[in-house]
């Protein structure tokens, strides 16, 4: 059973996980489609630009990624808080 200190802590390290995964997902969908684009048009992926490619292409990767490590991430920060379900 999850102590109200645990519960806490739990929502403590969600939040600072959120945090991060929108901090990468910020960065892949605005810097690498927008901001860094000519850097990334050096570089080519099946005959596209990088930079196009992350911008069509890369950044929904990346978002599937990240939800796919928040749900693997989350059942570990549940069960070392104690607040998993059976």
């Given at each position: 059973?999850?102590?109200?200190?645990?519960?806490?802590?739990?929502?403590?390290?969600?939040?600072?996980?959120?945090?991060?995964?929108?901090?990468?997902?910020?960065?892949?969908s605005?810097?690498?489609?927008?901001f860094?684009?000519?850097f990334?048009?050096?570089?080519?992926?099946?005959g596209?630009?990088?930079?196009?490619?992350?911008?069509?292409?890369?950044?929904?990767?990346?978002?599937?990624?990240?939800?796919?490590?928040?749900?693997?991430?989350?059942?570990?920060l549940?069960?070392?808080?104690?607040?998993h379900?059976?």
């Amino acid at each position: 059973m999850a102590t109200p200190e645990n519960r806490r802590a739990h929502w403590r390290a969600n939040l600072r996980l959120i945090a991060g995964l929108l901090f990468v997902w910020a960065f892949v969908s605005f810097g690498c489609s927008i901001f860094f684009v000519e850097f990334l048009d050096q570089y080519q992926i099946g005959g596209f630009k990088l930079g196009f490619w992350m911008a069509q292409q890369g950044s929904i990767y990346v978002f599937v990624v990240l939800i796919a490590y928040y749900a693997w991430r989350m059942n570990r920060l549940d069960r070392k808080y104690g607040v998993h379900e059976d």
